[in-house]
Nanobody
Framework: QVQLIESGGGLVQTGGSLRLSCAASGRTLNNYHMGWFRQAPGKEREFVASSTRSAGRTVYASSLRGRFTISRDNAKNTLYLQMNSLKPEYTAVYYC?????????????????WGQGTQVTVSS
């Protein structure tokens, strides 16, 4: 079993950037496909991006492609999400998640382990 802890959230102005981190413990990150999700106030949790174990393939929500970059450093047991050109509508709690198994997923139910989330607030 893996434990996940997100960090790097905060308050940023429109157009700014943030890099989120997700530190894994318990099992090494290279055992899992990894994903980022977010949940805005009053909305369902939604897919942001995912990465295969080796980072050989990444997938993004279509609206975020080109603004966000998912990456991972398996040697450091850490997943990242670089977020650029931030908008107020990106305000949400951002979660990292780990998925066992063969297929890379982008559904919330595909993922087995979740962090507690980190708040990102984008001011206008």
């Amino acid at each position: 079993q893996v434990q996940l802890i997100e960090s790097g959230g905060g308050l940023v102005q429109t157009g700014g950037s943030l890099r989120l981190s997700c530190a894994a413990s318990g099992r090494t990150l290279n055992n899992y496909h990894m994903g980022w999700f977010r949940q805005a106030p009053g909305k369902e949790r939604e897919f942001v991006a995912s990465s295969t174990r080796s980072a050989g393939r990444t997938v993004y929500a279509s609206s975020l492609r080109g603004r966000f970059t998912i990456s991972r450093d398996n040697a450091k047991n850490t997943l990242y999400l670089q977020m650029n050109s931030l908008k107020p509508e990106y305000t949400a709690v951002y979660y990292c998640a780990a998925k066992s198994g063969y297929w890379l997923g982008n559904g919330e139910s595909d993922y087995d382990y979740w962090g507690q989330g980190t708040q990102v607030t984008v001011s206008s």
